[in-house]
């Protein structure tokens, strides 16, 4: 491409970053993601574990300004490439009440004076498609003319993006709204890389199947591809007391497995190199299951749901149902379902749940399952925000260089995947109340 800057790693703020979905895959794309926006000190704890090279700020979006994102990282005055981020969409998921004054939508808004503030080139805003429908279209009307009154072109013809469209296995459907400053051209969607399966005794969507199929795209892995490398944890009773264990891997039935284990070298993947012992199997802490749910869920047949639990079983050929972060009791919701194994008879692992949202094996989420699982369900998957951010580079004409081996970068102190909310807190400075305690309820 004629202008394109070569080996110059474009500079991203990741707003609302969660664990870090986000943050790996723009980093994956080529960005150096100096600066994160998260409210919750655990999911900080976690982020500065994965990224302890770039700067976490445990600050709710409603309260940080521009100045304090740029001063508190390595960003200075320098111009920004992009700002990113998936502003709490409970107010209009299609789960369900949607409501336009929901107080959590107003984080919208934060997104949009941040990113006005801090004039990036480019923005990517990620919610759910609830949002694209009845009158949530209004608000997210308003949200684009708001935009483009202050100088910022928008992708009117905004999408839905499928992650099984970008080599994930979990059928997960995201909307993405896309814009640039005035003077510098509208990045592209991405286009798909992969289709969705389909299991032969699915109708839904057929219009969709057939479009797809038409397009002659390889389909996208399956569950069994993605997990069954994965070591047996039935044969590993520590992981009763602790998340990781030194453990025998299987052979990689797939390069989408290969790729997350780091057995093979991804051209495209810009990403630095994590030091780490591939030996040890991490975020697989083992749930215990009653005599009588391990009866139930042995008697559900893979692709259908478990009748008293409500617990989806994972069909080894298809796709995961879409990884949902579950909320507090304080919150009117409670543990979001976890999949059924599709070949034991038990819930998959945190571990099983991020190679089905395509994080990488060196990737790790806070010890307990509880927030292991809200932080992959709360967060993109990587490969999808890759897809994404690829795109922004392209648009902005800029070619990032593959990281040498030898820039192979440590991972932080195991000790802040293990912290509490108390203990996270203080880590941060921040108030314990910061995020509403859980609420245990006796069933």
């Known amino acids: 491409m004629t202008g394109t800057t070569k080996n110059r790693r474009p500079i991203g703020v990741d707003l609302f970053a969660g664990a870090g979905?986000?943050?790996?895959?723009?980093?994956?794309?080529?960005?150096?993601?100096?600066?994160?926006?998260?409210?919750?000190?655990?999911?900080?704890a976690t982020h500065e574990?994965?990224?302890?090279?770039?700067?976490?700020?445990?600050?709710?979006?409603?309260?940080?300004?521009?100045?304090?994102?740029?001063?508190?990282?390595?960003?200075?005055?320098?111009?920004?490439?992009?700002?990113?981020?998936?502003p709490p969409c409970q107010g209009f998921s299609t789960m369900g009440k949607r409501h336009l004054d929901d107080p959590r939508n107003s984080l919208v808004f934060d997104?949009?004076?941040?990113?006005?503030?801090?004039?990036?080139?480019?923005?990517?805003?990620?919610?759910?498609?609830?949002?694209?429908?009845?009158?949530?279209?209004?608000?997210?009307?308003?949200?684009?003319?708001?935009?483009?009154?202050?100088?910022?072109k928008v992708r009117e013809d905004y999408r839905v993006l499928n992650a099984a469209c970008y080599g994930v296995p979990q059928n997960r459907e995201r909307l993405f709204l896309i814009?640039?400053?005035?003077?510098?051209?509208?990045?592209?969607?991405?286009?798909?890389?992969?289709?969705?399966?389909?299991?032969?005794n699915t109708?839904?969507?057929?219009?969709?199947?057939?479009?797809?199929?038409?397009?002659?795209?390889?389909?996208?892995?399956?569950?069994?591809?993605?997990?069954?490398?994965?070591?047996?944890?039935?044969?590993?009773?520590?992981?009763?007391?602790?998340?990781?264990?030194?453990a025998e891997y299987?052979?990689?039935?797939?390069?989408?497995?290969?790729?997350?284990?780091?057995?093979?070298?991804?051209?495209?993947?810009?990403?630095?190199?994590?030091?780490?012992?591939?030996?040890i199997l991490t975020s697989s802490l083992r749930t215990k299951h009653t005599p009588e749910s391990t009866k139930r869920f042995a008697e559900t047949l893979p692709g259908t749901t478990e009748p008293k639990s409500r617990f989806y079983r994972l069909h080894p050929e298809g796709l995961c149902n879409t990884l949902r972060a579950g909320t507090p009791s304080n919150r009117g919701a409670h543990t979001s379902p976890?999949?059924?194994?599709?070949?034991?008879?038990?819930?998959?692992?945190?571990?099983?749940?991020?190679?089905?949202?395509?994080?990488?094996?060196?990737?790790?989420?806070?010890?307990?399952?509880?927030?292991?699982?809200?932080?992959?369900?709360?967060?993109?998957?990587?490969?999808?925000?890759k897809a994404v951010a690829s795109e922004i580079c392209k648009s902005l004409r800029i070619e990032s260089s593959q990281p040498a081996e030898t820039n192979c970068r440590k991972l932080g102190d195991q000790e802040l995947l293990s912290f509490n909310m108390s203990q996270a807190a203080k880590l941060y400075n921040v108030d314990t109340q910061a995020i509403a305690p859980r609420k245990r309820q006796t069933l």
């Open 250 to 279: 299987g052979t990689p039935q797939s390069d989408y497995a290969k790729q997350l284990r780091g057995l093979v070298s991804i051209e495209s993947d810009r990403a630095y190199p994590r030091q780490c012992d591939p030996r």
């Open 338 to 385: 976890r999949p059924i194994h599709p070949k034991q008879p038990r819930c998959i692992t945190v571990r099983e749940a991020a190679r089905l949202h395509s994080y990488p094996d060196w990737f790790r989420f806070h010890g307990t399952k509880w927030h292991g699982f809200r932080q992959i369900g709360n967060s993109v998957p990587p490969l999808l925000a």
């Open 203 to 246: 109708t839904k969507n057929l219009a969709e199947r057939k479009s797809y199929e038409a397009d002659d795209l390889p389909r996208a892995p399956n569950v069994w591809e993605a997990i069954a490398d994965l070591p047996d944890i039935e044969k590993h009773r520590e992981l009763f007391k602790q998340d990781y264990c030194l």
């Open 21 to 44: 979905g986000m943050t790996l895959g723009f980093e994956q794309a080529g960005f150096d993601v100096l600066a994160a926006v998260e409210i919750d000190p655990i999911h900080c």
């Open 111 to 152: 997104f949009i004076r941040l990113v006005l503030d801090l004039k990036p080139k480019t923005f990517v805003m990620e919610n759910v498609r609830g949002l694209t429908q009845g009158r949530q279209r209004e608000f997210l009307g308003e949200a684009i003319a708001k935009f483009q009154f202050n100088g910022y």
């Open 49 to 86: 574990f994965n990224f302890p090279f770039w700067s976490i700020l445990c600050k709710s979006v409603a309260e940080i300004s521009a100045a304090e994102i740029r001063e508190s990282s390595s960003i200075g005055d320098r111009d920004i490439d992009v700002v990113f981020g998936g």
């Open 179 to 200: 814009g640039c400053r005035q003077g510098l051209a509208l990045p592209e969607y991405p286009a798909p890389i992969s289709r969705p399966i389909y299991l032969k």
